[in-house]
């Protein structure tokens, strides 16, 4: 299984959990290798292809700086690393949805990508990858999309983006409602409010995911590890265990029905229960279950 990274992913002069923790993982990668699992660099996003999906007056603030507010929108320091890491990591998820479309399972240790407005960010999100994704994947013929969002928040940011697109269906569950929205006809939210709810409620709409299209082309998978307890923001209750068994049901739901799948590693953040091994520990169930899939 191909996972894409570049060092340019943790770019950014501001230091915090969506801009470093990426290189945190490929590290441990390549200390603790998992099978099957290879580190591949992604080409740079192309500059046009943001416009697809992002405003030009957006992309130039973030390309430049200004105007600042805009440059600053989703709500971190602007600098000229920036620009280069967001092309890397939106360009990593590209390069996985097309890898998924020709082996079947791949990923990217991109986060930082479902609040991302057509014309600014939003909540530490840039650029919308997934929709960035959807739209490539299209591009060479993939019709359906399904894009899963497991993030412990809301993805607002992808629910608007892809209102208008009659082939590209969202199926989110939450467990805060920040940037939440209201569900549409391919646009699907519930909120969990306890744990035990948790798993049910993905199995629930994975179902009804399976009677929207029962022929997806690609899932985008958006596998958010700040549901677990000890994450910053996270759902007491919601275990590593639970995480892991949650990993087993995604990919073990896409193999079923033979849909290729990509994934970004979405949001997790340190607290004073969760510290950077631990939060490295958690993407890795992520990884190691989507190469034990690639393997069957």
Known sequence: MRLFYSSDYAGAAHAFETTRKAAWIADSLRTSPIDGVFLTVPKPLEPAALLEVHEEIYVRAIRSGEPRNLAE????????????MV??????????????????????????????????GHGYCTFNGLVLA????????ASSVLILDLDAHCGG???RLIENDPLIWQIDVSVCRFDAYESSDRCHLEMVDVAAGYLP????????????????????????????????GG???ITAEILEERERMVFSWCRERGVPV????????????????????????TIAEAARIGRI
């Open 235 to 237: 759902r007491r209750g």
């Open 157 to 159: 940011g992808t629910a």
């Open 262 to 285: 990509a994934f970004a590693l979405a949001g997790g953040y340190l607290s004073n229960r969760l510290d950077q091994a631990g939060l490295v520990a958690l993407h890795r169930l």
């Open 87 to 120: 092309l890397a990591s939106n360009g990593g998820m590209v390069a996985a949805a097309l890898s998924a479309l020709a082996d079947g399972v791949s990923g990217s240790l991109s986060s930082g990508l479902h609040h991302a407005r057509r014309h600014r």
């Open 73 to 84: 929108s989703q709500r971190f320091p602007w600098d000229a690393g920036l620009w280069p």
């Open 134 to 141: 959807a739209r490539a994947a299209q591009r060479v013929g």
């Open 201 to 232: 409620a993905i199995e629930r709409l994975l179902g009804k995911a399976g009677r929207l299209d029962p022929g997806f082309d690609l899932c985008l998978y958006n596998a958010g590890m700040d549901p677990h307890e000890h994450s910053d």
